[in-house]
């Protein structure tokens, strides 16, 4: 062969058009106006629209209920934030324990399969439940007795059994090879793990932790059923004091302004991952 011979470039990436990128804009526009325009029509051309829209579309309810709920959905917020912390860590020790081989440490790997089975089979609000009431309830000394810890406890152990998966996926993703290269410069399997193995696996499932961030957001609602008096608590003695719906609409409100953003990044996180994916096979 030839030393002048080259290896042919790549085709670059042609740009599309500004017909190409604005015709398919106008067509999903108008399609999604029509949509949801069909779908207001029906619903305000209804008999009892007016009632409902008095009960659950009251502007004056919505902003006389606004301050308490937006006190609340600061606890959200907070609860949801340390949650997020808690999760990463905890589930990343999970996950590791899991990928765990030799007879000293299947223990580790045993707790962890126990733990992520039972932990992913109890829905959320019944662990809210358990930990909110229960443990309180027993009444140890040394343990905290907030309805509000434990209710975040129950997050953090439920949500933690999910997570943990994620990572064991983005851990086999890694190709064995990086094992092997490991192996033969003489790393332990921890130090395999801490190196080669972890970094990879998290920038491979980052995308798919970021979801369930998403998904946390909503789901620290549930602590409301325990009496901590977060958005949709506030909500809801705002509308047993009135008998008016439109608190809740308030907390959606707030929860739509804080989870779209956060869905939008997740976004843009799976499409740059997708591209930088992609450059690698090029």
């Avoid at 106008?26 to 949509?35: K, N």
């Avoid at 949650?83 to 962890?112: C, D, E, M």
Wanted: hydrophobic share 55%; glycine share 6%; charged share 15%.
């Amino acid at each position: 062969m030839s030393s002048d011979a080259r290896v042919p470039a790549p085709p670059a990436r042609r740009t599309p058009t500004l017909k190409e990128r604005v015709v398919p804009a106008l067509i999903s526009i108008f399609s999604v106006t029509v949509f949801f325009g069909t779908i207001a029509f029906l619903v305000t051309s209804a008999e009892q629209w007016p009632r409902i829209r008095f009960q659950f579309f009251n502007p004056d309810a919505i902003m006389a209920a606004f301050p308490n709920v937006l006190r609340g959905f600061g606890i959200n917020m907070m609860v949801w934030a340390i949650a997020l912390v808690a999760i990463g860590v905890w589930a990343l020790v999970l996950a590791v324990f899991r990928s765990l081989n030799g007879p000293i440490l299947a223990p580790l790997k045993v707790f962890s399969i126990v733990y992520i089975d039972l932990l992913r089979g109890i829905p959320s609000l019944l662990l809210v439940l358990l930990f909110g009431f229960g443990v309180p309830a027993l009444q140890i000394p040394g343990l905290p007795r907030s309805s509000l810890f434990w209710g975040s406890v129950a997050m953090v152990l439920g949500y933690s059994a999910y997570a943990a998966e994620v990572y064991r996926s983005g851990m086999e993703a890694v190709h064995d090879g990086q094992r092997a290269a490991a192996k033969a410069l003489g790393l332990s399997q921890w130090q395999t793990l801490y190196y080669a193995i972890i970094p990879q696996a998290v920038r491979n499932v980052l995308p798919a932790l970021l979801n369930l961030a998403v998904a946390l957001q909503k789901d620290v609602a549930l602590l409301s059923v325990i009496g901590v008096r977060d958005a949709v608590r506030e909500a809801q003695i705002y509308t047993a004091r009135t008998f008016n719906y439109s608190s809740l609409i308030a907390a959606a409100i707030l929860f739509l302004l804080a989870t779209i953003p956060m869905a939008r990044i997740t976004d843009y996180v799976a499409r740059k991952d997708q591209e930088r994916r992609l450059q690698r096979t090029v």
